[in-house]
């Protein structure tokens, strides 16, 4: 019998219910706790005819955010940028169109305003999309830091460019060298080369779309789109890798970060604003969503569940992955399914999932 469905039966119950639904057609999930691993396996289908197993290369979408952020946070610590630096010292063609007060801390906090996506960005060559980016214009009646809207493109590519430019290195060099390679996080990319693509033949999970029936998103499962740059969307690998990585963060950083700086990335920085693009009150910190439940428990969105406590932190995917890390109860989570079967039919299963975790526990808060 598997781990999960011994250590965490309700949790595997409803993700049999979410495939039983046509939610997505499999998942895989990591679970630690107290430095023990619950879970770490698949459920249900990968691609047709392969079952979803623990080596599977599962796409991450949005949760690879707080991966970019945390090569921010080391250039950071070494003094070599400041959160209140204005991106434009770093980027200098960034200032154009209004952007010239728009810091780091902004971009981490999704206060910049520049969520506008230019047409094809995530086709472009890298220095093509930096470019188009940096020509987009502020949101009209946006003062950069008062309003508080989620950028799900555009500033990563920013912040990744700007990572890139202080450290004298391309960034997907930079996230090896300084992140994967440490952890061993062997089989995590952010953009996998397509020779690398096509050697790990059918581990390669596809990504569907399960709003109307259950169809495979071409534009998601090519080589071609797995190779993307995307430095706040395309993360993949098995999704226990991505646990590692918050295993690091809840042990204090271990060679990656010092303990000072976790604490400052993962607190709130962005307090009690109303986010434009969820249109909801969402709290976050430095790249990370951190717990929003005192401004709706059942409602916020990409939140971790009803039981989480307040210091928990961590980010999701669209509709399809969230990865936290809850030091109160010294619990990491990491979950990816395969299906967008859209926001509304998403949001509550995955807000059941989480809190079924910390059911199955018996931890939390009421």
Known sequence: M??????????????????????????????????????????????????????????????????????????????????????????????????????????????????????????????STVAQICACPLEPDWVPGEKAGYHPVTSWYILAEAVSRINRSPFPELV??????????????????????????????????????????????????????????????????????????????????KPETIRRFTSPQRKDMFDQTFQHKIDWGLGFIVDSSHHGRETVPYGFGRHASPSTFGHGGSQSSAAFADPTHNLVVAIVCNGMPGEPRHNRPARDLRSAIYEDLEIGHT
């Open 2 to 127: 598997s781990k999960l469905r011994t250590n965490l039966p309700r949790t595997h119950s409803l993700l049999e219910t979410g495939i039983d639904k046509g939610l997505h057609p499999g998942a895989q999930i990591y679970v630690s706790f107290n430095g023990e691993t619950l879970a770490d396996e698949g459920i249900g289908g990968s691609r047709p005819g392969v079952p979803t197993d623990r080596d599977a290369i599962t796409l991450w979408m949005s949760a690879t955010k707080p991966i970019t952020s945390v090569l921010f946070a080391q250039a950071w610590e070494r003094d070599e940028v400041a959160l209140d630096t204005p991106v434009a010292e770093v980027i200098p063609e960034f200032a154009s169109h209004g952007k010239a007060d728009v810091t780091f801390q902004h971009i981490l906090t999704h206060t910049g305003g520049f969520r506008v996506e230019p047409p094809d960005v995530n086709t472009l060559d890298w220095s």
């Open 176 to 257: 090896q060298t300084q992140i994967f390679d440490p952890l061993q996080m062997d089989d995590t990319w952010i953009g996998i080369p397509e020779p690398t693509h096509f050697s790990y033949g059918d581990r390669v999970a596809w990504m569907y779309n399960t709003f109307k029936g259950s169809i495979p998103d071409d534009s998601l499962n090519s080589a071609e789109a797995a190779a993307r740059v995307h430095p706040g969307g395309n993360g993949r690998g098995p999704i226990r890798e991505l646990g590692r990585f918050y295993e690091m963060l809840l042990a204090g950083g271990e060679d990656i970060l």
